[in-house]
DNA sequence: CACGATTTGTTCGTATGTATG
DNA sequence: TCATACATACGAACAAATCGT
């Protein structure tokens, strides 16, 4: 018998389908602290020698997982161990960068598309422009420890932030990119909070399923002059994120 | 001419796309009051009669519509005009009552179960108890005009408020309850959310369907000389709620 | 429970206008 | 002028969800 892996042979012909009671010994590894948080499982391949079956199996019932959010498979690397919710605190001084390399874990911002569109009576009114007037509408993704966590649209006001986008990608920060656009701080107006399921693309830049709930955070970013800077709406896989208010 | 529905035809050539001015039409309808909210729009054949172009194009305006959060299509039954969500302030004074009358609607909240139970360790940790000790576990929904817009569990250390069920039965107000327990007045001290499917028990209290999103508010209530009072799990309907921090 | 009617969702194919080089 | 690419628009058929009988 192994130490480390319990491993009884599956039991067929009781009602529990193989890649259900294969599914349901890889969550008692997982609450039982075997594979950590973060930690990679063993390859799929290794899974199945292990279970006996066929490399379909263990993808059915890592599939099952996936669906509950409790791994999350990323093509060409492994099937990770999904971590418990990051606190998120929602405050004036809301910096993602500083949340997450709070929490010990290396942040960065990916910059997806930009493109310079006419503002929405939403993104006017956020940013007091007239609709129509051109803002520059920024499409992220932002990591943990190379895990995306929030996926955003940003709009700012257009002829001043104009280098924005190339800023972004270079640094991978908000507020180091606004830095270089010579605003050196920023606070946080006005958050709203709403939740829906995401659709299929929202789901693949947060490399969830479709369908899957999100959070979506609303909020206006003004200078240290009260101007409105950043108009933004953030989604967060909503079982990867706790919001903390007034912390 | 048609005294209800003004419908030019469309202006081809001029840089403004057929899908384009039909979205505007439709939007200045709703604007102007002509399709209210939760009401069906007219079916996309419909439409595409009216402004005599081919369904697709009236799809295109309508996902644009959609996309906004304006409208919302439901397969097999139409498109629906979507209300304006109730905004909903999270801070040190968040009081149902106060929000949901001071939008212009009646606020109740309905007692469904009492009971005394073992505190969690969870609530043991808000409400500062040994976990075990007693609390009074109730379970509430709150509605605005009658409609539930929210479903909560909360836990009160136990001898204290021994009483605060029939009041809160009887008052329909959290506040009120306190009040009738000597305590006059209280503060929110912490706010966590997160957002999920609500399951078959607590869609049925929303009256919303298994599946929908909701959003789960965890906080902690605090008298004036800052001990835990309440500690709180509310759940609102995410498409009936926006939650505003910091306004 | 079955069925049909209604309505939105999806997928073919085709044609046309516009911008680009 | 020609070639190409892309978004727009139209047509037809079918799939899927919902609702009433």
Known sequence: ??????????????????????????????????????????????????????????????????????????????????????????????????????????????????????????????????????????HTVHRADGAPLSTALTWLPLPRFAGFGEAYAARGSITRAFAECGVPDYTRMSTRVRARPADAQEASRLDITPGRVVLVVSSVNVDPAGVPIQANRTLFAADRVELVIGG
Chains 1, 2 share one sequence.
């Open 1 to 138: 018998m192994d130490a480390q892996l319990q491993t009884p042979g599956l039991v067929r012909g009781e009602g529990l389908t193989a890649w259900r009671q294969i599914a349901d010994a890889l969550t008692a590894d997982i609450a039982a602290g075997l594979y950590a948080a973060g930690q990679q499982l063993p390859t799929e391949s290794a899974l199945a020698a292990r279970f006996s079956v066929n490399r379909h199996t263990v993808r059915r019932a890592l599939a099952a997982l996936a669906e509950g959010g409790l791994v999350r498979a990323s093509q060409g690397r492994g099937t990770f161990v999904e971590g418990a919710p990051l606190s998120y605190p929602i405050g004036t001084r809301t910096r993602f960068s500083e949340i997450v390399s709070g929490a010990g874990r290396e942040a960065w911002g990916d910059l997806l598309a930009a493109a310079t569109v006419p503002a929405a009576p939403e993104q006017a009114l956020a940013l007091a422009l007239t609709p129509g007037a051109p803002v520059l509408e920024l």
